[in-house]
């Protein structure tokens, strides 16, 4: 199995930047080929897709309310998979969850993904 862990949530201000890291534990066998998203959730609202990375990194993608502001980026040797969010703005208020699936049909969907992480708080302030 792979277990995810999120880190680096935080309060912020707008226009500020913050840095979400993903560790995935579980050995290479589980974890190797994985593609990694990134989901958020504000209060009262559906979970929505915000980034997406294929286990080679060599493609990208984007909700276009983050399009040019956040960047999505994996190492693969340390398991780790990381979400840079400048230009915060208020509306990006939200728990960011890190996922994990292998060759995901649609890597927009939450449905297509297996593996969760629990989580963390981003709290933009104006």
């Known amino acids: 199995q792979v277990q995810l862990v999120e880190s680096g949530g935080g309060l912020v201000q707008a226009g500020g930047s913050l840095k979400l890291s993903c560790v995935a534990s579980?050995?290479?066998?589980?974890?190797?080929?994985?593609?990694m998203g990134w989901f958020r959730q504000a209060p009262g609202k559906d979970r929505e897709f915000v980034a997406a990375?294929?286990?080679?990194?060599?493609?990208?993608r984007y909700a276009d309310s983050v399009k040019g502001r956040f960047t999505i980026s994996r190492d693969n040797a340390k398991r780790t998979g990381n979400l840079q969010m400048n230009s915060l703005k208020p509306e990006d208020t939200a728990v960011y969850y890190c996922?994990?699936?292998?060759?995901?049909?649609?890597?927009?969907?939450?449905?297509?993904?297996?593996?969760w992480g629990q989580g963390t708080q981003v709290t933009v302030s104006s």
């Open positions: 990375i294929s286990w080679s990194g060599d493609s990208t």
């Open positions: 996922a994990a699936q292998r060759n995901p049909a649609d890597q927009t969907a939450t449905g297509e993904y297996s593996y």
């Open positions: 579980g050995g290479f066998f589980h974890t190797a080929g994985l593609t």
